[in-house]
């Protein structure tokens, strides 16, 4: 449609604006980036990965962020939630610009407010599934006790309890996924950062994360921001952002609609960024 | 352009080929250094005093050498394992690129061949400075002067070293040719993955193995305690300290196999300790590895009992005889005559019977005049300056010490035997006599004229036994000694000759119970009894000692250069003609003292070589192991960082794990060196008491060295590798 098009930026992402979005909702964005930019390479060869991107989360958001590869859809991932540094700009987690932060705040930061799943699930393969769900509690230093309640409790939520004693090398990649899934969503952290985490699945598998990862969202009020390519992943999300070129392209809102429609929406828009990305060539 | 790629890769891969260089370096070093042996004796003034030291140690360092060879061998071709293990995916990458098998196998060889070099090149510059710091360890370690110091080289070290290299290179080669021939492309590009499986084991099972094998090792600890070694070569004895060694093998590799598993299991059942921190991580990293690296950890144990229980025993026969030696060389000269008894007379003279011309033997009816008897020596025989050996002619005062053996002519049994001492105070026989014919064979006797003459002739008390008083002499040390203590301590009364005897004396003089220069003790126990009543016992002469101090007018150079001049020992003969005794040992106190000093050094040496290389070799494996370990985990120690884990507590996850598996093939080799030990203590304290102290201090030193060295060495570079895992991710 072109009125995508035409209005490449949203009002929301303008300088100095607040929101629509914003203004409507109840309480402060749980994550808020404001005007970050991430350069790589030297002075002779710079590469902008990231170019002023504005967005905010909401608090029991699950927010998608999709583009092709080379976007800067990851770049922009590792930038808000801690993994790499930016070059300018802000980023607000929980009212608290982490951008400053020295690195040791950080880890602390990073263990306590936020939780992750990566597209290859990052089990660590010495451990039973128990144990590495139960891994970040450990690390911060969690009762034991507390631990295993609340690892049971999770896992019953995601409903992998029969796989709890296996080795990742026993599970299917798509329980590893639900189990990394589950270790993320432990610690009942500000936000969970998904980056691409069905790429490795067939859609069988996908669809049991996703619909784990809408469980989490809805029963549990975890706010989850999903990096994804994957049009059919993105449909699972309430708004989708869509990075081209380091810039925000457009966004989209679900709303009331359903997932199918959502998802011919994405469709659209996916197909038509693409035919103007080859035009451009 | 190939050796333009390999160069470069050595460059890349500068850590993992860093193991590489450094075990292989250390190698060349101590290769060459070890073999420079023979120059170095010669430097040290070790050959000026004792010629033939130089070429004895030096043709048993070449034999260990080849040794020392086979196990840095193994070593390398470990090593390089490691390294190709890390780089299959690459040597798949370049044939997919479209580069032959061929080129990369040149690649290959160019990269083994430039480390090799460097390793040569590093290896001969630090051999070259430690074997000149060397010459003054030997120096110090034979007890001699340095006279005449100089740089030096040597080129039979060096081609034995370039030698053993080249051998080792083309081992290796050999192997890494073999990893890229073999292979197909798939599967190298795929190595990496295949790396990942982890193996468990139930741990119950584990847990299980690990307590068979700790009883299996505590049972084989009893039974040596029990039997101890089987000295005496019984069939039935050595049966048992085989199945004992069995027994502590095995012991040694299921304790191995189930540590990890039984470590898991206990520490999981504390559930505050388990689940807290890495804990959990660290002992599952350690269960993994275990079970892999297991079997090697047993060897290395094993390996390092027979390390410390080697070194620590030669250098402590070596000090035990460097403590006696002075009390072993009462006089400038000694000289021992050996008489004949009546079972080898008999044998003798059957023998001889066949040929009419040979010899006849007698038992000798009384002890021999040994300085008249020494003028039948003849020196310089079948030369122009042949001429009788004139010991009076060099000798001050002198003195003549006489035994006898205890069995009177014609009985069957001793009259007094160690066997009815110990009975008489209710001991065990000593470790390692039990079983020999000592324990049937009576004490040697002698007169109390002879000894008081001895006593006179030493500055020393005389004794008076009285009509029936006796005493006992001996220098032998600890446990027969204790024997002899105990028996002259309780009073013990003996049954002799009809006459009932008691002691005089309530301890052993020690130190008046040397008759002859020797390193160790000798006199294995005397009995001094009255004149009278040996008269009456009618005992055969069994040894005479005569023991001369050099004329006023006789230097101790111009009396040892008498003594040592070429010279053929007369025979002993009776008025009848026939032999009745033969020359036994004899020796100056200088060629004791020196004799004492080159074993002390050799044995101190060879301890300390054998037990250097051992350690080195075990700790570069545990190395190499770790090394590698840290490396195939290095995927976890990155998702543990980006869950939010501080780099110090993995790195000190990491020291845990390590910690454990270079301390505990330590521990259980030196609680099997402990048990070892003690059992060879009571053994070797038959030659005179075996005192440890002092050689555990060197003992340590090496090990803290090398061992700790390697384990420092091994923590840093894991902490660097853990450092990069934990950068890559969070950073890029």
Same mark, same amino acid.
């Given at each position: 449609?072109? #009125? ?44 902008? #990965? ?42 607000? !987690? ?34 039973? #599934? ?32 029969? !796989? ?118 | ?114 480390? &090799? ?124 300290? %085989? ?11 299921? %304790? ?147 035994? %006898? ?179 036994? &040992? ?41 090394? &590698? ?81 390697? %384990? ?21």
């Amino acid at each position: 449609m072109p #009125a995508f098009a035409q209005a490449p930026r949203p009002a929301h992402a303008a300088p100095g604006k607040l929101s629509q979005v914003q203004a409507q909702a109840p309480a402060a964005p749980v994550l808020e980036a404001r005007h970050i930019e991430k350069v790589y390479g030297s002075r002779q060869n710079v590469t902008r #990965a990231l170019n002023d991107v504005s967005f905010t989360v909401e608090r029991g958001e699950f927010l998608g962020i999709m583009g092709a590869s080379g976007s800067g859809k990851s770049t922009l991932l590792n930038c808000v939630s801690t993994i790499d540094a930016v070059t300018s700009g802000e980023v607000l !987690i929980g009212g608290v610009d982490v951008t400053r932060m020295k690195p040791a705040k950080l880890t602390r930061f990073r263990r306590e407010q936020l939780g992750f799943i990566f597209q290859d699930s990052n089990l660590l393969d010495t451990l039973t #599934a128990r144990e590495n769900i139960a891994l970040p509690l450990t690390i911060s230093r969690v009762p034991a006790k507390e631990v295993l309640r609340r690892v049971d409790e999770v896992a019953g939520r995601l409903g992998i309890h029969e !796989i709890l004693e296996k080795y990742p090398y026993q599970m299917s990649g798509g329980q590893q996924q639900r189990v990394a899934a589950a270790r993320a969503l432990v610690t009942e952290p500000t936000v969970i950062m998904a980056d691409e985490p069905t790429g490795a699945l067939d859609s069988k598998n996908a669809r049991l994360l996703l619909e784990s990862l809408e469980t989490m969202n809805e029963r549990l009020q975890a706010t989850v921001l999903m990096v994804t390519h994957d049009s059919f992943a993105a449909s699972y999300t309430h708004r989708v952002l869509f990075i081209r070129d380091g810039r925000i392209f457009t966004e989209l809102r679900r709303g009331d609609s359903t997932r199918q429609a959502f998802f011919e929406r994405i469709m659209e828009v996916v197909a038509m960024m693409g035919g103007e990305g080859s035009d451009a060539l | 352009m190939l050796c333009k790629i390999a160069w470069g890769n050595v460059r890349r891969a500068g850590r993992d080929y860093l193991v590489y260089l450094l075990t292989l370096t250390l190698a060349v070093t101590v290769f060459y250094a070890f073999n420079t042996i023979s120059i170095q004796v010669d430097i040290a003034g070790v050959t000026a005093q004792n010629d033939g030291m130089g070429e004895l140690l030096g043709s048993i360092i070449a034999g260990l050498t080849v040794f020392l060879a086979v196990v840095m061998g193994f070593l390398m071709v470990y090593a390089n394992n490691f390294i190709m293990k890390r780089r299959k995916k690459e040597f798949g990458l370049y044939q997919v690129l479209g580069m032959g098998r061929g080129q990369v196998s040149v690649i290959m060889a160019l990269e083994t061949l430039f480390v &090799s070099g460097a390793a040569l090149i590093l290896g001969l510059i630090l051999g070259l400075a430690l074997s000149q710091l060397m010459v003054f360890f030997t120096a110090s370690l034979f007890k001699t002067q340095i006279s005449d110091f100089h740089f030096f080289f040597s080129l039979g070290a060096f081609m034995q070293t370039v030698g053993c290299l080249v051998a080792i290179f083309l081992v290796t080669l050999v192997f890494n040719l073999r990893v890229v021939r073999r292979a197909r492309i798939v599967d190298l590009m795929s190595a990496n993955r295949q790396n990942e499986t982890v193996k468990t084991r139930n741990p119950w099972i584990s847990a299980a193995i690990f307590v068979v094998g700790l009883g299996a090792i505590i049972v084989a600890y009893a039974r040596l305690l029990h039997d101890g070694l089987p000295y005496d070569g019984q069939p039935e004895a050595m049966g048992a300290f %085989f199945i004992t060694t069995a027994m502590v093998v095995a012991g040694t590799i299921l %304790f191995f196999f189930g540590l990890a598993g039984f470590l898991l299991k206990a520490l999981q059942s504390a559930r505050g300790v388990y689940w807290r921190g890495l804990n959990m991580v660290t002992l599952r990293q350690l269960s993994a590895k275990v079970n892999t690296v297991s079997f090697s950890m047993a060897m290395i144990a094993m390996i390092l009992f027979l390390a410390i229980t080697s070194v620590t025993t030669g250098m402590s026969l070596a000090d035990t005889m460097n403590n006696s030696v002075e009390r072993g060389t009462p006089v400038d000269y000694t000289r021992c005559l050996v008489y004949w008894g009546p079972s080898v007379v008999d044998e003798m003279n059957a023998d001889a019977a066949a040929d009419d011309a040979g010899m006849r033997y007698a038992v000798a009816d009384g002890p021999v005049d040994m300085m008249a008897a020494s003028s039948s020596d003849v020196i310089d025989p079948g030369t122009g300056e042949t001429h009788p050996f004139d010991l009076a002619a060099i000798a001050g005062d002198y003195m003549q010490v006489d035994t %006898f053996d205890s069995t009177p002519r014609g009985a069957s049994e001793p009259v007094v035997s160690l066997v009815d001492l110990c009975d008489a105070v209710d001991m065990p026989l000593p470790a390692g006599v039990d079983a020999s014919n000592l324990s049937s064979l009576g004490l040697a006797v002698m007169t109390e004229s002879n000894y008081n003459a001895y006593l006179r002739f030493r500055g020393m008390e005389e004794i008076d036994l009285g009509k029936s008083g006796y005493t006992i002499t001996s220098d032998m040390g600890a446990s027969v000694n204790d024997i002899y203590n105990a028996v002259l301590g309780q009073g013990v009364a003996l049954e002799i000759g009809g006459r009932t005897l008691t002691p005089v004396q309530s301890r052993v003089p020690e130190d008046a119970s040397t008759f002859q220069n020797a390193m160790m003790g000798m006199n294995a126990g005397t009995i001094v009894l009255p004149d009278d009543l040996v008269a009456s016992l009618d005992l055969a002469p069994y040894y005479s000692y005569l023991m001369v101090n050099y004329a006023d007018g006789i230097s101790t150079e111009e009396g040892d250069a008498y003594i040592g001049e070429y010279r053929v020992y007369g025979d002993i003969t009776n008025d009848a003609g026939e032999s009745i005794a033969s020359w036994g &040992s004899e020796a100056t106190r200088t060629t004791t003292y020196e004799s004492t000093d080159s074993m002390n050094g050799l044995i101190s040496y060879l301890a300390i070589y054998i037990g250097f290389v051992l350690v080195v070799a075990c700790a570069a494996i545990l190395t190499i192991q770790q090394l &590698s370990g840290v490396a195939d985990a290095g995927k976890n120690y990155r998702i543990l960082a980006e869950l939010g884990t501080r780099t110090g507590e993995i790195a000190h996850s990491v020291l845990v794990q390590q910690t454990v598996f270079f301390l505990f093939p330590l521990m259980v080799g030196v609680a099997h060196s402990a048990c070892a030990l003690s059992v060879i203590i009571k053994l070797v304290a038959l030659f005179g008491g075996l005192t440890i102290g002092g050689t555990v201090g060197i003992t340590g030193l090496i090990f803290v060295v090398a061992y700790g060295g390697y %384990f420092c060495v091994t923590y840093l570079m894991s902490k660097g590798m853990v450092r990069d895992f934990v950068r890559t991710r969070v950073a890029a």
